[in-house]
Structures are given as C-alpha cells and as structure tokens.
Antibody, heavy 118, light 108 residues
Framework: EVQLLESGGGLVQPGGSLRLSCAAS????????MSWARQAPGKGLEWVSF????????YYADSVKGRFTISRDNSKNTLYLQMNSLRAEDTAVYYC???????????WGQGTLVTVSS | EIVMTQSPATLSVSPGERATLSCRAS??????LAWYQQKPGQAPRLLIY???IRATAIPARFSGSGSGTEFTLTISSLQSEDFAIYYC??????????FGQGTKLEIK
C-alpha cells in the first residue's frame, strides 16, 4: 500500500524558515514524480511545487518561487520542502502527493499544518 | 495560467438523488482533467482522471464527462458518504497545475 506521511509543520514567525518532510513507502520512490500542494484555512487547493523522480527537474508556483525549494533523497524515500522567507499567506496545510504520469496527484499524504504568525 | 471555475459553489441535494457538478477551463485542456473529493479534516482523494476514468475503488455511481473547456462530475444516487467538497484539476498545460475553487455538496 502506498503511504505518504508529512512532518515538520508548526508555528513560525514571518520571515522565518521551516523544512517539511514527506516519508514515502509502498512503492519504488525514485521512479515517481512528486509534488507539494497546500490548502489555506477554509480555502481551496493550490499546487506548490513538483520534482521529477531523479530530482533533475523542479517547478514552482509563482507565489513561492525564489523562497521555497523542493528536493528529494531517493536513498531515504523522502521528499522535502524547504520554506524560507515565510509570510502570513503561506499559512496552510501542506500535502505531499505522488504525481502519476506527470498529471494527477494520487495518493495524497494526510498533511502538515504550517502557521506563519508573530 | 489556466483558470478553472467550478459551479455551483454549494449544491444541496437529497440522498438518493443525482448531483451534477460543473467545471470550466479558461482555455482548452483537452481531456486532461481530474476530480478529487475532500471530506472535513481529510486529504483530497482522487476520483476521476483523464475526464472520465474512475480511480481505483471508486464506485460506479461517480462518472465524469466533457472535453475542451466544459466538464461535469455526476453522482448518480447520492449516498451519505458522498457529501463533501469536490475539486477539479487540469494537467494539460503545466506548470502550474491548477484547481477549481471547489463545490461543496451538502445534504438537502
């Protein structure tokens, strides 16, 4: 069974940094592209970032470009999201997801809450 | 960036009845569209991909149709567990992947 488990969320001050992790199991991690998406409280879904299976290709939403960095460690079956220069509008539940055929996300992890507030 | 617009924002339907949810793209996405279901406090779950193909273990009462810019998710006979928020997502022209704002399906 494919499982994705996020961790690393929490309360951080504006301008601060946080690193999220997503531990993957149940599939050959290095063979699959992965993404991060987020959902602000009471709002809809927003795609954040994508990384190819090898880690060679990465893409970002304009809202996080230059501040967030996606990476992966295929030896540890783990996906990361390094978030710097955090803003109040980055407050959200962050989900990792397996990107199937570079198209849809399935499955999604359970999410980790990031709160940016002073 | 392709903008996805869902309607209505909220849909009130009685159990056992049919629900029809709409999703419109600002430009053609061919058949490259997925639907997700999200229940309170849970992660989104894939229902439909490539406009009309049900994901694994999704009941046959869920069906998708459309192409180009107009898409529909139909739930033929609503069960209590179907009341949730539904999102469409395009993957024809990315980055970015874009989602609709969601339709909340509530019990009438």
């Amino acid at each position: 069974e494919v499982q994705l488990l996020e961790s690393g969320g929490g309360l951080v001050q504006p301008g601060g940094s946080l690193r999220l992790s997503c531990a993957a199991s149940g599939f050959t991690f290095r063979s699959y592209d992965m993404s991060w998406a987020r959902q602000a409280p009471g709002k809809g879904l927003e795609w954040v970032s994508f990384i190819s299976g090898s880690g060679e290709n990465t893409y970002y939403a304009d809202s996080v470009k230059g501040r967030f960095t996606i990476s992966r460690d295929n030896s540890k079956n783990t996906l990361y999201l390094q978030m710097n220069s955090l803003r109040a509008e980055d407050t959200a539940v962050y989900y990792c997801g397996l990107v199937y055929r570079q198209n849809w996300l399935d499955p999604w992890g359970q999410g980790t809450l990031v709160t940016v507030s002073s | 960036e392709i903008v996805m617009t869902q309607s209505p924002a909220t849909l009130s339907v009685s159990p056992g009845e049919r629900a029809t949810l709409s999703c419109r793209a600002s430009q053609s996405v061919s058949s490259n569209l997925a639907w997700y279901q999200q229940k309170p406090g849970q992660a989104p779950r894939l229902l439909i991909y490539d406009t009309s193909i049900r994901a694994t273990a999704i009941p046959a009462r869920f069906s998708g149709s459309g192409s180009g810019t107009e898409f529909t998710l139909t739930i033929s006979s609503l069960q209590s567990e179907d009341f949730a928020i539904y999102y469409c997502q395009q993957y024809n022209n990315w980055p970015p992947y874009t989602f609709g704002q969601g339709t909340k399906l509530e019990i009438k």
